[in-house]
């Protein structure tokens, strides 16, 4: 408000009303809040489209960012595979070419020996900004790497198979050698020489182990006869892996003569050819392969003794027995030294048991009808449910057999080597082939997990057999 002046252009005091005008100006303006809401909405607004930008540019950094660590999470893989026969760097920046994304690469560095390949890969990349530029945040820097390796150490590896008589319908045993086979050549490569060691052990109603392997423990064993070398457990075997050195073992009796009766009492002995027996520690894909092409599907099931021997060739304390065949040419001098200890973290023991039924009910001729020479003769000569229905009247024939064990105990028996396995720190693969909801139950159970355990039908066991032998030869993404 102008202040008042007088006729000379002198500014006047300003008087007490014009003082009270100008105080009630101020205060009307004070307390006008016209306009107020406008600026705050403005002010909401810039920081809104602020909030908005710097999503839109992260989240093209992130698209990015992920885009190329995932290239070089496939290129590291591909490139560390120890079956990929062109230059790892190569096949990284052939990756990264199909990509659009060679301009990133900024290194790759690849490390191989006799059994390992590790392959790195590095990136860089930067993302220009298009909202956090107006607050001088120009672009986001993005390094990525990735590294992978296929490292074959030492392997053990029990695969124990089932030859019984079922295995003789819908094709099964054709199925088996091939899935079989294909294993084998899958986990023994040429570049892991000396690394992989395989032993084949198939099993009926019992496990041939071969004179081999049976001389090994004569030292406390009665062999009764050289028909075949079968050694007969008794339960408390079950609760452990390996087999001992102070315990006197007996010798199976020998009495199937032939595969084409069911009963339980005419097919429970030792099978007795040569590709029956076990093969122990082996790299020789040729003669692995050529014994799986002989089974023939024989006499009944006893899942529990065909898995007591696959941890009795992955326990520490068969280093005896190993050492001793391998001095006798009977093992590759390679694996003499095995199996490894327990605590060995380069070597991998694994167990992969195939069924196609179900443990049975097992029987053994008494005492006083096998304990000749020329018993031991007569019932190699002839299967015992022939001699007891040609020559025993009905009244008589229980008197010449009786039960070991049943097919529960049987159940149990199995249960129990498998939990010692797995406790001892063995890899357990387990599949059920065409078999019953029980007998799945029961292999699953044996399995280190229900993921370890395979359910399958016909060619399927092919597939099982690939996926744990793809599993064993693993490649690891290290990060």
């Given at each position: 408000m102008k202040q008042p002046t007088d006729r000379h252009g002198q500014t006047q005091p300003e008087t007490p009303k014009g003082i009270a005008a100008r105080w009630r100006a101020f205060q009307d303006f004070r307390q006008d809040e016209a306009g107020g809401l406008i600026i705050f909405s403005l002010f909401m607004m810039v920081c809104m489209l602020l909030a908005i930008g710097i999503s839109v540019d992260v989240a093209r950094f992130e698209v990015?960012?992920?885009?190329?660590?995932?290239?070089?999470?496939?290129?590291?893989?591909?490139?560390?595979?120890?079956?990929?026969?062109?230059?790892?760097?190569?096949?990284?920046?052939?990756?990264?070419?199909?990509?659009?994304?060679?301009s990133y690469l900024v290194g790759v560095n690849v490390d191989q020996g006799l059994n390992y390949r590790t392959v790195t890969a590095n990136t860089q990349a930067g993302t220009q900004n298009l909202f956090l530029n107006m607050v001088g945040i120009q672009d986001f820097t993005t390094q990525t790497s990735g590294v992978a390796e296929e490292r074959v150490s030492n392997v053990e590896i029990s695969l124990v198979v089932d030859i019984s008589g079922s295995m003789g319908s819908n094709s099964k045993m054709a199925n088996l050698r091939t899935a079989a086979k294909d294993f084998v050549d899958t986990v023994i490569r040429d570049e892991a020489e000396d690394l992989i060691s395989l032993s084949l052990i198939p099993y009926t109603a019992q496990v041939n182990a071969g004179k081999a392997i049976f001389d090994q423990l004569q030292q406390t064993s009665t062999p009764n006869h050289d028909y075949s070398y079968c050694i007969?457990?008794?339960?408390?075997?079950?609760?452990?892996?390996?087999?001992?050195?102070?315990k006197k073992y007996e010798q199976m009796q020998h009495f199937e003569w032939s595969s084409s009766y069911s009963r339980p009492i005419t097919n429970p002995g030792?099978?007795?050819?040569?590709?029956?027996?076990?093969?122990?520690?082996?790299?020789?894909?040729?003669?692995?392969?050529?014994?799986?092409?002989?089974?023939?599907?024989?006499?009944?099931?006893?899942?529990?003794?065909g898995m007591k021997w696959g941890t009795i060739l992955l326990d520490p304390t068969s280093n005896i027995m190993v050492s001793n065949l391998a001095a006798a040419g009977e093992i590759d001098d390679a694996f003499s030294a095995r199996p490894a200890a327990w605590d060995d973290d380069e070597t991998l023991k694994v167990v992969v048991l195939m069924t196609d039924g179900e443990n049975v009910s097992t029987y053994r001729i008494e005492d006083w009808a096998y304990n000749s020479n020329s018993e031991y003769a007569h019932w190699n000569d002839i299967a015992l449910i022939r001699y007891l229905y040609s020559y025993v009247s009905s009244r008589n024939r229980s008197a010449y057999y009786y039960q070991k064990y049943s097919s529960t105990q049987a159940d149990s028996m199995l249960s129990s080597v498998c939990s010692a396995a797995k406790d001892a720190g063995i890899l357990v693969f387990s599949i059920g082939f065409e078999v019953s909801n029980h007998a799945a139950e029961v292999m699953e159970d044996c399995a280190s997990s229900s993921a370890h355990f395979f359910?399958?039908?016909g060619v399927e066991i092919s597939e099982a057999f690939n996926a744990i032998a793809r599993q064993i030869n693993q490649l690891r993404l290290l990060n």
């Open positions: 990015s960012r992920t885009k190329l660590q995932n290239t070089v999470d496939r290129a590291v893989l591909a490139a560390a595979d120890l079956d990929q026969t062109l230059d790892p760097q190569t096949v990284v920046e052939d990756y990264f070419d199909k990509a659009g994304l060679s007969d457990f008794d339960t408390a075997d079950f609760s452990s892996t390996g087999i001992s050195y102070t030792c099978p007795m050819q040569d590709y029956e027996e076990i093969v122990p520690l082996s790299q020789d894909k040729v003669a692995l392969k050529a014994t799986i092409d002989q089974y023939r599907a024989r006499a009944n099931t006893a899942i529990h003794l359910r399958v039908e």
